[in-house]
């Protein structure tokens, strides 16, 4: 069963927890324990416990780092890394490229900032006579090279070549190519194949792929990254495409053996079943009907799923649950051709949501949705 614990979770918390529900319930401490870790997923305390301290090795959360108080080559990496919270966004990446630029010396400075420039002379300089610098954590994250070659986004205009020659140097020197860190302590790992594959909950344009991402996800599965990655399909199985699927197929998606991750985490982490179940039901409410077939025909059983065929709303203004319309979720998609059908049909560009009190435009501008935001400029209030 997955974890449900909050963000950063504290051993010192839990235990305060168990105590008030001991006292509340007037029930003995152990029962306490067991009822606090069975509510957060856990087979019982010592389970928890166990998790717990691998987290707090294992955890890392990028937006606590304070940029100020970094070195240049910091600061560079952390700029041109995806961090999986609000602040990812294309003027970090190109702050991260001025920075470069300004001080071209700071790859010699450090291996994780060569790394994060994907400078493959630089990463043969720092890997001579020393490759255990390959697996060496460090940088404004703690993170191995290869997690920062992997998650940055800074546009130095690398072509694929050149980011699989930084890649192999790395991974030639022993680089894992299963490395990774549990995001805010979250029992799923963002591994060096969820970096490439980038997405997730902010978009497509704020978190996106590696810009060589087939190339290197495709050489990271050849060198012996796992193929079930979980933190990967979540984050990719917001829109209808399908390559992170078929690509990781072809590499032993369907059938293989348990993780470095899922044996090191054991019941944190979701089961095989409970990955696809999600990835159904998404798949099946949003009518990604290719998508089912894709897993169908690979083994999954997709028996019983109620596919919803994507409709035109009757009400063009309708607001769901957090108050926002039709066009909101268009912008925040930048699905042009339903932003014009919908503006056609009387959707009011000028609503705003009850969460954000935002209208479509902004949304449409938070999600870096250039051409959208241009389009909804356009249109009359």
């Known amino acids: 069963m997955a974890s449900t614990l909050p963000s950063n979770p504290s051993l010192d918390k839990l ?37 717990l301290k691998l987290a707090a090795d294992l955890s890392v959360d990028p937006g606590a780092v304070d940029e100020n108080t970094l070195t ?16 990812d966004a294309p003027p970090r990446w190109q702050a991260a490229a001025e920075l470069l630029a300004a001080e071209p010396a700071l790859v010699s400075q450090s291996i994780w900032a060569a790394a994060a420039a994907s400078d493959s002379a630089a990463l043969a300089r720092h890997l001579s006579g020393r490759a255990a610098l ?17 998650y940055s986004r800074t546009s130095l205009g690398r072509s694929a070549a050149d980011v699989i020659a930084a890649a192999t140097l790395l991974l ?51 060198r012996g990254a796992h193929p079930v990655d979980q933190q990967t399909l979540y984050n990719r199985m917001f829109r209808p495409d399908d390559s992170h699927l078929e690509l990781l197929f072809a590499h032993g998606l ?7 991750w899922e044996r090191r985490l054991g019941e944190a982490m979701e089961t095989r079943e409970q990955l696809w179940r999600r990835q159904i039901q998404w798949a099946a409410a949003r009518g990604f009907t290719d ?36 066009l909101h979720q268009a912008a925040w998609e930048g699905d042009l051709g339903l932003i014009q059908r919908l503006l056609a049909a009387g959707a009011d560009p000028s609503l705003t949501d009850a969460r954000f009190g935002s209208t479509p435009l902004q949304w449409a501008e938070h999600a870096y949705q250039t051409e959208a935001a241009e389009l909804l400029r356009m249109s009359p209030d």
């Open 134 to 150: 390959a697996n060496t954590g460090g940088g404004p994250f703690g993170w191995v090279p290869l997690m920062y070659l992997c």
């Open 254 to 260: 369907a059938d293989a053996g348990p993780s470095p």
């Open 72 to 87: 240049s080559a910091d600061r560079f990496c952390s700029w041109a890394s995806l961090r999986y919270n609000e602040s």
């Open 291 to 326: 998508r089912i077939a894709l897993l169908a025909r690979h083994g999954i059983d997709a028996s019983g799923a109620e596919i919803v065929t994507p409709t035109f709303p009757d009400d063009v203004n309708a607001r769901d649950d957090d108050g926002a319309t039709p």
């Open 172 to 222: 030639d020197a022993g680089a894992d190519p299963n490395a990774g860190y549990l995001w805010c302590g979250m029992s799923t790992p963002f591994t060096v194949l969820t970096g490439v594959f980038g997405e997730g909950e902010q978009g497509p344009r704020r978190q996106p792929r590696h810009p060589h991402a087939p190339e290197l996800a495709t050489l990271l599965l050849s």
């Open 15 to 51: 235990r305060d927890e168990a105590r008030q529900l001991q006292r509340a319930k007037g029930i003995a401490l152990h029962a306490a324990q067991f009822a606090i870790a069975r509510s957060y997923g856990f087979t019982g305390w010592p389970a928890l416990v166990h998790y």
